[in-house]
C-alpha cells in the first residue's frame, strides 16, 4: 500500500499490468463504477492463494489458466463482459488523508490517458492518523526610519511590515485507503475511436 500521495495520486501510484493501449479522444465517455472494498480485497486474496500454491511462476501459466484467473478477478470487479474482449490496463492503489472525489475530472482524464473505458473504484476507511500539513504563520515588524529631508533636517517615520511562512504542524486526521482498476473493453474502445476518425 503506497503512502499519501500528493497531487494526482491515480497517475502516481499507477501499476501497470499488460501492453500500453492508445489514448482515447479528450471528450470520450468513461465508465467509473464503485465496487464494495470486502469483495475486491477478497478476490485478490484468493487470486494470491493460487499462486502462492501453484509449481508454476504465473508468467508461464498456459493461457487457459491466465484467462481464468482475468476472469476471477473481472468477477470480483463485477465486471460482467466477456473477459476475452476486456483488457486489464492495470491499478492504481494509495491511502491518504487527503480529499479524493473520483468524480471530479481528475480519474476520468488519467483514464482517458492510458486508453481505459472503463474504471473501477473503491475505497476503506482506516482510521484516524497523525499526518504533517503546513499551516501559515505571519510575522509583523515595526520600527523607525530617521532620514534628512530637503532642508537638511532629521525625521522620522514610523513603519510596520509583515511576512508570512509556512511552518509544519502535525493534526489528526482521516485516512482512506483507494484502488482502481483500469480496464479496457474492446469493442466500445475501438467504437469511439473509429467514431472520432470519422468527424
Known sequence: M???????????SFQSSGPAAAPLPADASVTLREVPWERIQRTLEELQQERAASDVHPDEWSPERKASAKSELLRGLQVSGDPA?????????????????????????????????LVVWSRTYLGRTTTTVQEPVTEFTTGTNTYRDRRGKWRSDRYSEHSTIWVPVQVEADEHAWMAYFLREGSAAAETIERERRR
Request: proline share 7%.
Open 2 to 12: 503506497l503512502g499519501g500521495c500528493a497531487g494526482q495520486p491515480w497517475a502516481s
Open 85 to 117: 474482449g476486456i483488457d486489464v490496463l492495470g491499478r492504481s492503489e494509495f491511502r491518504t488523508t487527503r480529499p479524493v472525489r473520483p468524480s471530479d475530472g481528475e480519474l476520468e482524464r488519467f483514464a482517458r490517458s492510458i486508453g481505459a473505458t
